[in-house]
């Protein structure tokens, strides 16, 4: 038997029979003391040589057959809920969802470690991360100042209340196969058409320390949030209802202030909370109000949503903002759609207007 001490000593009876059955199950144990850098040595060199050998083939074997059983899985549907519900409900309405992602390899702390590391040397932007004591209606411009790296903080990850969020993760090359053949069979499913409606999408990881809070807020995509590692509870709020979130916080949203949705905690029991735990998830449409407690544990989820080509939304709520700066009381978007028409394209052409102007600004002070 082998004791897990600071300083490891093999010796020939540990391993019996050098079969390679033998090796496979001693695997675990050598891969451990090779993969933590812990001090190795055996008593007989040959027998030493021939292990490294061994374990290094049959560690390539594994890592070749676990990818090509993740890489077949993420070809398929892996969103598992029912397809007409997925049709009837999507950006209608949320509503809890499976998958089958949840023991999937590049999902797991180990790989996200060295997603945490390959993300901040190869793509900065592509990875915000906090920590800290977080209420639940903290402004994202109020969250406390970092105090250690990423990847340190993916290392306090038990105990530093962090919040990290993976984004663009399909722009890595190992993670690209997230938006690949699977998610276009689902979105085939939800509409034959969605595929043209679409502007961007994207995939996030979100990684959380033990009870941390997401603070509460509304979104511009409409998303699938799958959980991967862990337990926690989303609370999502009805976006119609306007005593929870009034017109004129969707029309700052959209304007001038990702932040502009504020919590009411007297209307909290309005909230539908989903409990999810690995293979389950929920789905979001765009402006759900929503905030997430963590449970005592480590969290890990995989969110993939989808942008609109809705200009038509976003600008008439951009328009009726400014004509309630004016003291005017516009209409709702919906109510009229010729008023939305008209306010859309008043826009549209007033960002052109400024955009032609900011160009033509550049040009003079090049030239």
Not at 70 to 78: H, V
Not at 124 to 152: H, L, T
Not at 257 to 264: L, Q, R, S, T
């Amino acid at each position: 038997m082998i004791l897990l001490r600071k300083s490891y000593t093999l010796y020939p009876r540990d391993l019996g029979r050098q079969t390679d059955a033998r090796f496979e199950v001693f695997g675990n144990y050598f891969g451990k003391l090779l993969r933590l850098n812990l001090h190795f040595h055996c008593a007989d060199a040959n027998l030493e040589n021939r292990l490294c050998v061994k374990f290094l083939a049959w560690e390539h074997v594994l890592a070749m057959s676990t990818q090509t059983i993740s890489n077949d899985l993420l070809e398929e549907c892996w969103i598992t809920t029912d397809p007409d519900q997925l049709s009837r409900g999507f950006d209608r309405e949320h509503f809890e969802i499976t998958h089958s992602l949840a023991e999937h390899p590049l999902l797991q702390i180990p790989e996200l470690m060295e997603l945490a590391d390959r993300t901040k040397r190869d793509r900065p932007g592509g990875i915000y991360y906090d920590a800290g004591n977080i209420r639940v209606d903290q402004r994202w411009d109020q969250m406390p100042a970092k105090q250690f790296s990423v990847v340190e903080t993916m290392e306090r990850i038990e105990t530093c209340g962090a919040w990290l969020l993976f984004k663009d993760v399909q722009k890595d090359p190992k993670y690209k196969i997230f938006l690949g053949s699977g998610w276009e069979k689902i979105k085939s499913k939800i509409d034959q058409d969605l595929k043209s409606r679409i502007l961007r999408e994207d995939a996030l990881i979100f990684v959380t320390s033990p009870k941390r809070i997401a603070t509460y807020h509304i979104d511009r995509e409409c998303s699938f949030l799958l959980q991967i590692k862990g337990t926690k509870t989303i609370h999502i709020f009805d976006r119609a209802d306007r005593e929870v979130l009034p017109e004129e916080e969707i029309e700052r949203f959209w304007t001038v202030d990702n932040n502009a949705p504020v919590y009411k905690p007297q209307f909290q029991a309005r909230a539908t909370s989903y409990k999810l735990r690995p293979g389950n998830g929920v789905h979001i449409p765009v402006n759900c109000p929503h905030w997430v407690e963590n449970d005592d544990n480590v969290s890990v989820s995989l969110n993939v949503n989808v942008q609109f080509k809705d200009t038509l939304r976003a600008n008439t709520y951009r328009a009726n903002h400014a004509l309630r700066t004016l003291g005017l009381t516009p209409r709702p978007p919906g109510q009229s759609p010729t008023m939305d028409y008209l306010k859309s394209h008043s826009v549209a052409a007033a960002a052109a207007a400024k955009a032609a102007l900011h160009k033509l600004s550049s040009l003079r002070k090049s030239s």
